[in-house]
């Protein structure tokens, strides 16, 4: 397969590409509550001949491929969308106070578009590519729920690969940057603390046990941790993002709940400062009368890119995009434009990836100057759909040629 002929099919599927993604962005669902976006994506693969099967509670696998022997290569994309009201001025925004605000709906319309390519040459695929279609990525479930379901055997996946459009970005759309060798997402851990006091009339404290007072004093001790107890250069993110209790303005509450994650890139740092979570809420608490249940609620380990993989990648998609629209992170890092591989944000694909040799890939959709400045997550972003070609092109092609080096 020539690199220019595969990039030249995918510019003519541009259009289908852009209407599959607007639909996807006006109908989006939550977690595993995807229903219309699965039934989208399943008739969508059936269409083209795929026969897709469900996988999980929402998930869904098709097959391209097996005409031939040789191995397996994975694409994921991820479906699901954030409880974020849309603001952002589109024709297309979405009305049901959901948002595809994290770009997962330009990840499915992009694997769509390279199921169609994969069936046009289906009979050049040196082997199977496994399309994996993921519910619930925001809350770090779905890819765990996919493996849970059998989604690395029958037949056995041989490496993987995923994509993220990145808004705000200062390249070009339609750009790449492969991940380099290690840890590029941190370990992510999402908690709850329940604060039981003691309610009462707020003219008098004495009778009560304040838990409002008491998650205060959590909040701000937890962020000792971090301060006081890890090493220089450790990395790790503790938030309190929610703090709720109560409901009148001279009442003490009984209880007062609060929400956070905990972002590591290193498994005994991650331990440690879990430990020390339950430690510190619990003493705090006790230290004010009432009593802290800390509670891990969901979370994914870190996302591992493998040093083989991420090589021969690079090489991939500089075939098919060209040297100025593709880059490595060591590349980036001797040009001047940083070194760390590592982000911030957190991504369940790291399940796959502590399984079978993976990478992660950005595509640059969105230039701040060019009216996406907006971040991730925000209810204003938009991405550039200039982006969408490019980046089916580049999931067929890298899992054609990766299958084609290694029979």
């Known amino acids: 397969m020539k690199p220019e002929k595969l990039l030249q099919e995918a510019e003519q599927l541009q259009e289908t590409i852009v209407c599959e993604r607007r639909y996807l962005h006006a109908h989006p669902g939550t977690g595993f509550d995807i229903a219309e976006t699965k039934e989208f994506v399943k008739k969508e693969l059936e269409a083209m001949g795929y026969a897709p099967q469900d996988c999980g509670r929402s998930g869904l696998v098709a097959l391209a491929g097996g005409k031939k022997p040789g191995k397996v ?8 969308a954030l409880p974020v009201r849309e603001e952002a001025n589109v024709e297309f925004a979405s009305k049901n106070g959901r948002m595809h605000a994290c770009g997962h709906d330009m990840h499915t319309a992009m694997l769509l578009g390279a199921a169609r390519l994969l069936k046009n040459h289906e009979e050049e695929i040196e082997g199977t590519i496994k399309l994996m279609f993921q519910p619930a990525e925001e809350i ?27 808004a705000g970005m200062p390249f070009e759309a339609g750009t790449v940057i492969v991940s380099a060798p290690g840890v590029s997402a ?14 009462c009339h707020g003219s008098m404290p004495n009778n009560g046990i304040d838990p409002l007072n008491a998650a205060a004093h959590i909040l701000i001790a937890l962020q000792e941790i971090g301060t006081r107890e890890l090493p220089l250069g450790e990395k790790a993110v503790l938030t309190i993002g929610s703090m ?17 994650s905990l972002r590591t890139f290193d498994g005994k740092t991650r331990d440690f ?23 891990f609620t969901s979370g994914c380990p870190t996302l591992i890119n493998d040093k083989e993989l991420s090589g021969c990648i690079s090489g991939y998609v500089k075939e098919l995009l060209g040297p100025g629209k593709a880059f490595s992170v060591e590349e980036l890092s001797a040009m001047g434009g940083g ?25 640059a959709a969105g230039q701040p100057e060019k009216g996406y400045a907006y971040p991730q ?13 490019g980046g089916s092109a580049v999931y067929a092609y890298t899992a054609l040629r990766w299958l084609q080096e290694h029979q």
């Open 73 to 80: 290569f994975l694409l994921r994309a991820d479906m699901d």
């Open 273 to 295: 400062m879990k430990e020390r979570m339950e430690e510190i809420a619990a003493a705090t608490a006790a230290a004010f009368r009432a009593k802290a249940e800390l509670r």
């Open 140 to 166: 770090f479930e779905g890819s765990h729920d996919m493996i849970e379901s059998g989604l690395l055997e029958n037949p056995h996946v041989d490496a993987a690969l995923m994509i993220h459009v990145m």
């Open 244 to 260: 709720n209790g109560g409901s009148a303005p001279n009442v003490i509450p009984d209880t007062a709940v609060m929400g956070g």
């Open 186 to 199: 941190p370990a992510a851990d999402l908690f709850e603390i329940t604060v039981q006091g003691k309610g």
């Open 377 to 389: 997550h925000h209810p204003m972003v938009k991405f550039d759909e200039t982006a969408l070609a």
């Open 339 to 363: 070194g760390a591989s590592g982000s911030s944000g957190s991504e369940d694909f790291a399940y796959v990836s502590q399984e079978v040799p993976s990478i992660m890939l950005a595509l």
